[in-house]
């Protein structure tokens, strides 16, 4: 099967611009995690969906946005960058969002 | 909230053993183990479900106190493919959250 899929891999932009990255999950698996890590906070929870359905939401202001599809491939927004927002952001796809989730190779994102 | 991991950081040399401790204030449906290599993407590596078993594979294995809200993750007889940062990941219930620990750095010397 293949893995889980992040396009594009790596992007800079500059402050108050916007940016949408993309996850495709593997075959079969309909939740789809999104993770901002930076070396200071570690790995934290933006949003998770399943079937185009948002369950829950982090601590992230409201810049940051997503929405998945039917085919269950999701994307996430950050609208009016910042600089705090240079990151790598992960998605991780799972059959159901409570079990093992896989990630993808994340998008690194800098911001200038 | 966010799990406590410890100890933040540990060197061994092959052949040995490593504890990794990670404690949450809150009551935890689940926990999850991964690994994470440097500039790679963390790996899953298990899931510790309330009321399971304590799971392992190969020389990894970890286990679940529900009552302490604790997780352990047991690396024994180390190899250097060991090394990477680990982290617990947490889940309290029925909202599909999983929360991160900092990370414990592992590193393993020949």
Known sequence: KAGVTQTPRYLIKTRGQQVTLSCSPISGHRSVSWYQQTPGQGLQFLFEYFSETQRNKGNFPGRFSGRQFSNSRSEMNVSTLELGDSALYLCASSLEGRYEQYFGPGTRLTVT | ?110
């Open chain 2, 1 to 110: 909230q966010q799990p406590v991991q410890s100890p933040q950081a540990v060197i061994l040399r092959e052949g040995e053993d490593a504890v990794i401790n990670c404690s949450s204030s809150k009551a935890l449906y689940s926990v999850h183990w991964y690994r994470q290599k440097h500039g790679e993407a963390p790996i899953f590596l298990m899931i510790l479900l309330k009321g399971g078993e304590q799971k392992g594979h190969d020389k990894i294995s970890a286990s679940f106190n529900e009552k302490k809200q604790q997780s352990s993750l047991y690396l024994t007889a180390s190899q250097l493919s060991y090394s990477g940062t680990y982290f617990c990941g947490t889940e309290g219930g029925s909202n599909y959250k999983l929360t991160f620990g900092k990370g414990t750095l592992l590193t393993v010397n020949p």
